[in-house]
């Protein structure tokens, strides 16, 4: 999305927003294709309302969301612009739709608007999107930014059916991609060795 955040990848971008409730800045992405705009766990700004107009004259607009901790702006999009399509893993659907109204639903393995492909992150209810164009990995809440490097989320962030060496277990599968570049929603995007810094997370 042309001026919005940082261009990490061509057509892929990361801006951030203060999040009033989690009285914190948190990232979100856009995937930008030829005839598609993906937004993926998106919290905007008055200043990004006339950036989101622009970039998605002309093109369908998906919102991606990774958990349903993340709906975020979601809604105020769907609502400024009614033909925005909200996508929920299914087996986060019910959680995503007490947030916003869902219009499609996934499955792991499938591919999603702009290309993107969901692998389970936290067990049963998160999702990883992982771009083949770019070779990047973009996680919601079970990866956070560490400095230059990766850390799992708290373990008090799960479910009381799961633990972190579940979670680890479950990345297990993103280390057969060629990662290039991981895109957090709490931290500073891994630009270097980024496969690398999940193998070793996934490994302690």
């Known amino acids: 999305m042309s001026g919005l955040g940082e261009e990490l990848r061509p057509g892929l971008r990361r801006w951030t927003a203060h999040h009033r409730e989690w009285k914190d800045t948190v990232g979100s992405v856009a995937i930008s294709r030829e005839r598609e705009l993906v937004l993926v766990d998106p919290l905007l700004e008055a200043e990004h309302w006339p950036l989101l107009e622009r970039a998605a004259a002309g093109r369908e607009l998906h919102v991606l969301l990774t958990i349903h901790w993340h709906a975020r702006s979601s809604g105020e999009i769907a609502a400024r612009f009614p033909r925005t399509r909200i996508w929920a893993h299914s087996r986060d659907r019910a ?66 059916s799961t633990n ?17 570049l991981i895109v957090v929603s709490h931290g500073d995007p891994v630009e270097a060795d980024a496969r690398e810094t999940l193998a070793a997370l996934v490994a302690s």
Request: proline share 10%; hydrophobic share 40%.
């Open 95 to 160: 959680a995503v739709g007490r947030r916003v109204a869902v219009t499609d639903s996934f499955r792991l393995g499938e591919t999603l608007p702009g290309g993107l492909v969901p692998l389970e992150a936290r067990p049963r209810t998160e999702v990883l999107l992982w771009d083949e164009r770019s070779r990047t990995l973009i996680a919601g809440d079970a990866l956070l930014g560490d400095g230059p490097g990766l850390r799992s989320c708290p373990g008090w962030w799960l479910p009381s």
């Open 164 to 180: 972190l060496d579940e979670l680890r277990a479950t990345l297990l599968p993103a280390l057969d991609l060629p990662i290039e």
